[in-house]
């Protein structure tokens, strides 16, 4: 078993995260004018990669965008028509890498380049490997694209039909399955916990035919800086605890969505023991149990605010808990 996860920084967004529905606008016929224009952003945004902008706004610009085209599978057509090199450095850093399996790794290290407004995450388990995606506020077409490009990349890069064994997705379903059986090839489905490619675990020693591997060295050393220089890396010695904290309240809230917070599980995910998990996690000042209770308080807050009266077996589930009285009695606590 192996597992990786990305602690990441408050929400943010780069222009580069916009950028990418500007250079697919054209060949999808999307109006892009009219979806920014009510949009607030600096006005550099639009010339400038790597410019800090508002998440919100981002989202905005692609909830506005799928709206406007009336487009439900706005984000896998957006993945299609993107060229290499409309990501930037990540996509030359991921080209670069000796296989599938590294390229998915430094995936989740340097996400937030683009933006950090959800928890990437990649874990083997015995002939199986998952690559997961959760966001609470997340738009579809933006999952769409993030899950689709893992595939569209991995198969441009290795010159192999790579297939997932299973494609799922947080949203509902859309009125085009046929996009998703040209992306994906593979079974689909909605309303899952979280946004997951799974893959047979053989298929990470693929090897990439674009492989350069002391370009890909000079491109993560790049690539790292930069992180660095938004304060978006995970482990830096200013803020060594809060890293460990970050990821486990990202582990956290993927484990609620799928059913089993508890401490072996979570410890799972990060690649520890339980015990030595504990150990740190009183270091630190707090608990599992302290954790888990701040995780499903936001993640309830965050439900009640948008849902306003779901039921209680429904906020059971999106809390992890194995019975909505469970849940209620928690709720009565907060």
Not at 177 to 206: M, N, Q, S, T
Not at 285 to 294: F, N
Not at 320 to 329: D, H, M, W
Request: net charge positive; hydrophobic share 45%; glycine share 8%.
């Amino acid at each position: 078993m192996a597992s990786s996860a990305l602690s990441l920084p408050r929400s943010s967004a780069f222009s580069d995260f916009v950028l990418l529905l500007v250079a697919a606008a054209p060949k999808l016929g999307l109006p892009i004018e009219a979806v920014l224009q009510n949009a607030v952003l600096p006005p550099a945004a639009l010339r400038q990669r790597g410019l800090p902008i508002s998440l919100s706004v981002a989202r905005q610009i692609w909830a506005s965008a799928e709206r406007m085209s009336g487009d439900r599978v706005l984000g896998l057509h957006a993945a299609e028509e993107l060229e290499i090199g409309a990501l930037d450095i990540l996509d030359y850093l991921t080209r670069s890498c000796r296989s599938f399996g590294e390229a998915v790794h430094r995936v989740i290290r340097f996400s937030p380049l683009l933006a950090s407004g959800g928890v990437l995450s990649f874990q083997v388990t015995g002939r199986r490997a998952h690559f997961r995606h959760l966001s609470q506020d997340g738009v579809p077409a933006v999952a769409q694209l993030i899950v689709s490009l893992m595939v569209l990349r991995a198969r441009a890069f290795s010159g192999e039909d790579i297939r997932p064994l299973a494609v799922r997705f947080r949203h509902r379903g859309a009125r085009d399955p046929g996009a998703y059986d040209r992306v994906f090839r593979a079974p689909i489905e909605f309303g899952a916990p979280c946004d997951e490619l799974v893959f047979d675990r053989e298929l990470l020693d693929v090897p990439f035919l674009t492989a350069e591997p002391r370009l890909c060295e000079i491109l993560e050393g790049c690539a790292t800086a930069r992180l660095q220089a938004v304060g978006a890396i995970a482990g830096a010695p200013a803020a060594a605890g809060s890293s460990l904290l970050g990821e486990v309240r990202q582990a956290l809230r993927i484990c609620i969505a799928e059913g089993n917070p508890n401490i072996d599980r979570i410890a799972e995910h990060l690649g520890v023991s339980a015990r030595t998990l504990q150990r740190q996690l009183r270091e630190h000042g707090t608990s599992h149990r302290a954790l888990l209770t701040e995780a499903r308080a936001e993640i309830a807050n965050h439900v009640l605010a948008s849902s306003g009266n779901p039921t209680r077996r429904a906020l059971a589930a999106q809390l992890g808990y194995a019975s909505p009285r469970s849940a209620s009695r928690a709720l009565r606590r907060r």
